[in-house]
């Protein structure tokens, strides 16, 4: 604001705001992971933000040349997996909580350490699938309400019956007989790990290893989000780095395994593909299946986050129809750039969302009470997981 002479002729300026400030899109490709890194008792129980695969092996993997004596780890861990396979298929920032033990409960209290850092949007623990991590996993996502996890497979080995595999059990729950992790709207599964190289330098690092997959979905995730959207699905892409699944699937399984929330990994012609988008949400859940797919998932808890921080300009502010008013207007400039991107259906804003204020939750009372309500409605789009073409033959002239 220009110094203001008032009893001075001439032209003087006031700076004053005319318009809704602007909504940000907040952000939603960092990743949170929790394991233990293959060199022992660095940095641990603490979650550090990592910008590379260059930091990570600096932290986490090779010698400290600050410490005399000092070697570098040897063999890869499946924490080191996950974050290289990170920054390999498209991450760009993670923060990593390395525990002292592979045990479940030091998980567990590593994931505690991601739960205050509002910027985590993907979770995962590389390698673990005991049950109760899988549940720490989804209540965490579900508790902040502004994340997703990232589930891991077991090994074959742990499914095989009688000398061969045993889907059913992916179908089923652990009190069922199965390995299938707890129905959740916040998480994602996939199955099978991927069989990936040594890592560079890591000589103990056998010559192909079948690894958990969650940390280069996450790249995948971070990947999409940045050159498409976070409306789109992050699936029908290559896990780079990925040489072969531990389990080739046919068309036949996935039929079977789909509408379980089971998202499978397959060859194809290009390579190692995730081929699936679904949350862990059955056909026959209870739960709202609204959110059948992750990017839906995903698309909702980006809005509800760039809202949440968008609209933090109006608190406090007198509850007038001139508040409603600029508050739509920053909320309908936003979802416009939504609904442009691609993510919202309708041909025009209108058949794409609204956003109103209720007469029924803002009432006389609820103003007396500092209460001003909201509502927002979203046409999401949803993947187009089925291609159907329909061929026939004819026997004249498609003109005639």
């Known amino acids: 604001m220009p110094t203001v002479f008032p009893n001075t002729p001439g032209v003087q300026i006031n700076e004053v705001r005319l318009i809704a400030p602007p909504i940000q899109g907040a952000s939603t490709s960092v990743a949170g992971f929790v ?8 940095f641990t129980n603490t979650a550090r933000l990592l910008t ?5 092996s600096a932290n986490y993997i090779l010698a400290d040349p600050t410490v005399a004596g000092d070697t570098g780890a040897t063999r890869s861990s499946p924490l080191s997996r996950a974050v ?12 990593v909580v ?10 567990i209290a590593g994931l505690k350490h991601l739960e205050t850092i509002h910027d985590v949007s993907i979770l995962a623990a590389p390698g673990h699938t005991e049950p109760t991590v899988y549940q720490e996993l989804e209540d965490q996502a579900f508790r902040t309400g502004n994340r997703v996890a990232i589930l891991d497979p077991h090994a074959v080995a742990d499914i095989t019956t009688g000398g061969a595999p045993d889907l059913t059990m992916l179908s089923k729950n652990q009190a069922a007989g199965g390995v299938r992790p707890p129905d959740s709207i916040y998480a994602a599964y996939y ?43 992050p699936a029908n892409q290559v896990v780079l780095g990925a040489v072969d699944v531990e389990h080739r699937l046919l068309d036949a399984d996935q039929n079977a395994l789909n509408v379980d929330g089971v998202n499978l990994l397959r060859i194809f012609p290009e390579g190692v593909v995730v081929w699936g988008a679904r949350t862990l949400q059955t056909a026959a859940s209870p739960l709202d299946t609204t959110y059948r797919y992750i990017n839906v998932r995903r698309l909702v808890i980006y809005v509800e986050e760039s809202l949440k921080a968008g609209l ?26 939504v609904w442009r991107d ?24 609820d103003r007396a009470a500092g209460r001003l309500t909201m509502e927002v409605g979203l046409r999401v789009t949803f993947p187009a997981e089925f291609i159907v073409v329909r061929i026939g033959i004819i026997l004249q002239s498609p003109g005639t």
């Open 84 to 95: 290289l396979g990170f920054f390999a298929n498209g991450g760009t920032q993670c923060y």
């Open 35 to 42: 394991g233990a890194a293959p060199k022992a008792g660095r």
């Open 312 to 337: 933090r300009f109006a608190t406090f502010e007198p509850n007038t129809l001139a508040l409603r008013q600029q508050i739509i207007r920053s909320a309908r400039a936003f979802l416009d750039g």
């Open 191 to 233: 199955y099978p790990r991927i069989v990936v190289g040594p890592e560079p330098g890591l000589r103990d690092d056998p010559a192909l290893e079948a690894v958990t997959p969650s940390g280069y979905i996450a790249g995948i995730y971070a990947n999409v989000d940045g050159t498409r959207g976070v409306h789109k699905a």
């Open 52 to 56: 590379s695969a260059d930091q990570f």
């Open 98 to 107: 390395n525990v002292d033990s592979a045990d479940p409960q030091a998980v």
């Open 342 to 365: 691609g993510a919202l259906f309708g041909a025009t804003s209108n058949d794409a969302y609204y956003v109103r204020f209720p007469d029924l939750f803002n009432s006389d009372a």
